[in-house]
RNA sequence: GGCGUGGUAGCUCAGCUGGUCAGAGCGCAGGAUUCAUAAUCCUGAGGUCGGGAGUUCAAGCCUCCCCCACGCUACCA
C-alpha cells in the first residue's frame, strides 16, 4: 500500500428509526473500524465517516404511530447510535446526520449536477394515490389494505408482513390512506428517474475486470465472490438494469431543487449514499482539511463497509451515480458481510430475538472490559463469506480460553517475571533475539491479512502472536534456570524477548480491541498511544531493532481479562446466564401463543357471497418454473374445474389424486403462471406455515355446500 | 423455477491461480511444568474433503449431473 494514498472508509449509515443490534456491529462498523484503526497505525491518510439515515417513509410513519414530531424520532435514534458507536470504540472522524443542512446542499447540488449535464434522468409520469383531504400523494407506506395475496387487511401499499410479499400500492384491495382513514384516489404525478441501464454496460466490466475507463481500477480478486456474483446476477437479470425513481411524494426529505417539483423529495436511497460526502464535508470543515481530496483523484481509496443487504446500491447505484457525476472516484473495494444469526434464528425485534448494542453495553455495565470481549467474539465469527451465528456459549469460550488464558495470561506472566527478576526494568541482551523475527513474519502475515480485509484471519494471527510467547515461554522455563543462577544469560534474553512481544502486541490488539490496548501499553510502561504505533515499531523491527529498550521500566502486573467460569466470582457467568435465560424464556412464550388474532366482525350476509362446495381432486401436476404451484383438476360434481394452488412444497402431485377437499367456488378466477385458477383450495396451516387440507369424511359426495 | 453463496475431523471452521492440502482451534485421552487468571507446553485422534461421472501424469481445489442448507427473485385465487 502506498502511503500517498486517501483513504476514505465509510460505514453503512444506520436508519435512524432504531437501535443497532450486534448483527449490524459485525457487519458493517467492526470491520470498517478495525481497518481503520490498522490504517491510522501504519501512517495511512485515512478518513473514517458514518452518520445517520434521517429520511423516508419509515420515520414519518414511526412518528405518526407514537404521536411525536419525525425530528424526535431521528434525535432520539441519532444520538442513540452515535453514542452507543463511541462506547463501543468504533473510532469514526466524524458521525454526520442527513438532517443537516450542508447534506440538504450537497444532495440538491448532487441531484442538479446530473440534471444539468442531461442524459442521465428521465421524467415519468404515473398514476398514484393522492390523499383529497390531506392534498397530498401517499407514500407507499401511507396506504392499507387487504393483501390480495393472503387476505391479511392490514397489508402496506409496499409489502405485506403478515406474508411477506412485495406489494404495489394499486395492487391493495379497499386502500385506506393512513392519514385522513379516506379511500385515496389515483392521480397523476411526475417523477424523475436515474438512467441506471445506461451505465450496465461499463459497470460489468468495472466489477468483473476491475476496469475502468480501460484502465485498471483495482483487483477483482480482493473482492468478496459474493459481492461479485450478487452484482454481475442483478446485471444479468431479465430485461437488465432498469431506470429507478429518484424522486417521492412525500413531505419528509430533501426537495428536489427544481421549481417544477414542490412538494417532492429526494428518495431516500438517492440522498442516504451522498450522506458518504456531506459528512466529509463537515469533517474537512471542522478541521480545516480539504475533503476533495478525499474523494476526488487518482490517490483516492474509496471503500463501504455494509451488510449484504446493501450490496446493490453500494457496487451498482451509487458506483453509477458517481460515475454519472463525473468527478468522484470510485470504490476500491466494497467488502460486504453475510449476516450474522443469534443463537441460531434470525435477529428479529418484534420477537425480542437478539440484542442491541445499547442493550449489551447495559446489561454488561459491570463486566470488565466488556466492549472489548464483544468485539472480540463478534470478530472472531465475524460473517465475512457466509452467515455465521452467535451463541454466548462461544462467547464465554472465547472470552476464557482465548482473550483470558492465551493472551491475557501470556501478558500477565511475563508482567510478573519481569518484575520480579529484573526488577520491572527490560534487561539487556547481546544481540537481537530470533524469536523476535519470527513474530515479525507473524506480523507481516497479519497486516496482510487486514489489507486483504479478512480479519478473522488476522485476528487469528494475534492469537498466533501471543501463543507462539506462550510456547517459547514454555520451553525456556525461566523459572527454572533462574533457581540455579539468577544471572543466567537465557533468562534474560528470554524475558527481553517476552517484554518485547507483549509490547508489539499493545501495537497489534489495537484494531481489534482498543480497551486492552491501551491497558497493555501502561503494562509495559508507555505513556502515550503514539508509543505503540505499528508502522514505527515495524520500521524498528526490519532494523533488527527491538520496541523497548534494556532498562526501560514496564509497569505493574494487572490482570487484562476477568474470566467468566471463574470459581471465587460468579458475577459475570450471572450476568451471560440471564442472557441465556431470557431468549429461553422467549422460546416458551412462543409456544404458549401462537394463534393470530381474530379479524373484524362480519354479518351473516357477508358469509353467504362465499360459495364453498365438496370436491374431489382428480388430476395434479407441478406448474413448471413455480416452487409453489399445483395444477389441480377438481370435480365438483356439476362440473370440473382447474384451480392453482400454492401446496406444492408440502404435497406431492401423485399422493393428493382422490382427495377430498373444499372449495372455494365462486372466486374471480385468476390467471397464475399463464394457468387460469377457477377457484381455490382452502387449506389449515399452522405456526410453522405447514398446510393441511380442510375436507369431508372420504365418500362424501362432491358439489355440495359448505355452511 | 431462475440467480447467487456454501456443504472439509464430534463441534466451529482454514485451505489463493490443481501437484507436503488432508489442516487449525475447541472438545476428548495421555504426559510435562508451576512464572501465571484451575492458566501454559508436548503427544494422540486416522475425516471416502455432500454424492456420482469426467478432464489431467496429478483434483476439496477444473468440467458436467444430482442431493442438501442459506440468501435474493418469481409464484402460494
Redesign the pocket.
Known sequence: MNKEKKYLVTSALPYANGALHLGHLAGAYLPADIFVRYLRQTGRDVVFVCGSDEHGAAITMRAKKEGVSPQEIIDKYHALNKDTFQRLGISFDYYHRTSAPLHFETAQEFFLQLYRKGGEFEERTSEQYFDEEYQQFLADRYITGT?????HTEAYGDQCEK????LSPTEL?DPVSTLSGAKPVLRPTKHWYFKLDKHAGWLREWIEKGLLDGKQHHDP?LWK??V???C??WL?VEGGLQPRAITRDLDWGIPVPLDEAAGKVLYVWFDAPIGYISSTKQWAIDNGRDWEEYWKGDQVELVHFIG??NIVFHCIVFPAMLKAHGDFALPVNVPANQ?LNFEGQ?FSKSKGWGIEQHEYLEAFRDFPNCEDALRYALIR?MP??????FRWD?FV?YH???L???L??????VV??TN?YFDGQVPAVDAFPAELAQVRDLIDQLCREIESY?F??AL?LLMDVS?FG??Y???V?P??LW?EDPDHPEVRKCLYSCVQIVALLAALTEPFIPFTAAKIRKLVGWTDAADARLGDLLDRLANDQAPLAAGHRIGEPE?????I???KDQSRLAIVESQKAKLQAILEAEKQSEHEPVKPTIQFDDFTKLDIRTGTILEAE????????LKLTVDLGFERRT?????AEFFEPEGIVGKKVIV?AN????S??GVE?????L?AENEKGE?AFVAPPDGWSDGFAVR
Open positions: 393483501c390480495p395475496r393472503c387476505g406474508c411477506g410479499s412485495a384491495i480478486r465472490k459474493h461479485v456474483g450478487q454481475l446476477s444479468d449484504k443487504d449476516f434470525k465469527i465475512e463469506n457466509r452467515d455465521s451465528d462461544d469460550e476464557d480460553k482465548e483470558a488464558d492465551n491475557g495470561n501470556f501478558v500477565n506472566r510478573v517475571l520480579k479478512n478473522r484471519a487469528q501463543s506462550n510456547t515461554l514454555q520451553e522455563s523459572w527454572q533457581k490482570l487484562l481479562f476477568a474470566k467460569n471463574d470459581r407441478k406448474i413448471p418454473k413455480a416452487k409453489k404451484l384451480i392453482v394452488s400454492g401446496i372455494l372466486l374471480a378466477p385468476r397464475l403462471k385458477s377457477q377457484g381455490m383450495i387449506m398446510l
